[in-house]
C-alpha cells in the first residue's frame, strides 16, 4: 500500500479524480502544475490557514478535482459559502457534477472581477490560490495578485506550492510572506504560504 509512505490524494470518486487530473496535466502540464491533486494531509493545512471569519465567503483559485474544496466542506463550511474558480473546461465540469451547492466559476482567474455574481461581493474573507504563479513571470503574478485584491480588497491569500523558498517575490509585489505550513509527503513535496498586503 502506497498509503504507508506516500500521502494518499483526498477525493471522492478518488480514482476517477486522479485519473482525471493526470490526464488535464498531460494536456496542459504547465497550466496544472502538478501531475496528482493536493494529498490529504496538505487540504487539511490550507483548510487550516483559509478558514474564513464568521460568516465569510471562501474563494478557491484553481479547483483541479476539487480536493481542497472538499477539506473545507467536510471540515464545516457550509457550502453556499465556497466558490471555486477553474479554467480548464473539463475540470470545471467535474467540480460542477462533485460539488453539490458550491459556486463553481469557469473561467481565467485573472477575469474573476468580470465573473464573480454580486451576491458574493463584500462577503470574500478568505482567498486560497492553487494556481502554479511561480511558473510566472513578475508582470503575469501580479495579474493574478490585483484579481484577488480585487474581490477582497487587504485580505491577502493562502498559496500552496512545491518550492523550497517562496514561490512569489513578495516585496516586488508590496506583500508579506509567511510559510504557516509543510507537508513532505505530498506530491511533490509541498508549502503552505499565506500572503498579505504591506
Ligand atoms: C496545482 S493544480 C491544483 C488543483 C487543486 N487545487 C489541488 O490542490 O489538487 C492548479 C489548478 O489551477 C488551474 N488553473 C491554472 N491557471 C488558471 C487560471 N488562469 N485561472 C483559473 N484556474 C487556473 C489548473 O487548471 C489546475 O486545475
Redesign the pocket.
Known amino acids: 500500500m502506497t498509503g504507508t509512505f506516500v500521502d494518499r490524494a483526498v477525493s471522492n470518486p478518488e480514482q476517477t479524480s486522479v485519473s482525471l ?1 493526470l490526464r ?1 496535466w498531460l494536456a ?1 502540464p504547465l ?4 501531475v496528482v ?2 494529498s490529504r494531509t ?2 487539511n493545512h490550507v483548510v487550516r490557514c483559509g478558514w474564513p471569519e464568521p460568516g465569510g465567503v471562501v474563494l ?9 474544496s472538499r477539506a473545507f466542506l467536510e471540515a464545516g463550511l457550509p457550502a453556499e459559502r465556497l466558490v471555486t ?4 473546461p473539463n ?1 470545471a465540469d467535474h467540480l460542477r457534477g462533485t460539488l453539490s451547492g458550491v459556486e463553481v466559476l469557469e ?4 477575469q474573476l472581477a468580470d465573473h464573480l455574481p454580486a451576491r458574493f461581493r463584500g462577503r470574500i474573507t478568505s482567498v486560497v490560490c ?3 504563479l511561480v511558473l510566472l513571470p513578475v508582470a503575469e503574478q501580479k495579474r ?1 495578485i490585483d484579481g484577488m485584491e480585487g474581490v477582497a480588497p487587504g485580505r491577502g491569500f493562502i498559496h ?1 506550492s512545491y518550492c523550497a523558498t517562496s514561490p512569489l517575490p513578495a516585496r516586488k509585489h508590496g506583500l508579506t510572506a509567511k510559510r504557516e505550513a509543510w507537508t513532505p509527503l505530498n506530491i511533490p513535496p509541498a508549502s503552505v504560504w499565506r500572503y498579505k498586503p504591506g
Open positions: 487530473f488535464r496542459n497550466r496544472m502544475g502538478s491533486p493536493s496538505l487540504c478557491e483559485l484553481g479547483a483541479g478535482t476539487g480536493v481542497i474558480v477553474e479554467i480548464d475540470l473561467c481565467d482567474a485573472r492553487g494556481i502554479p493574478f500552496f
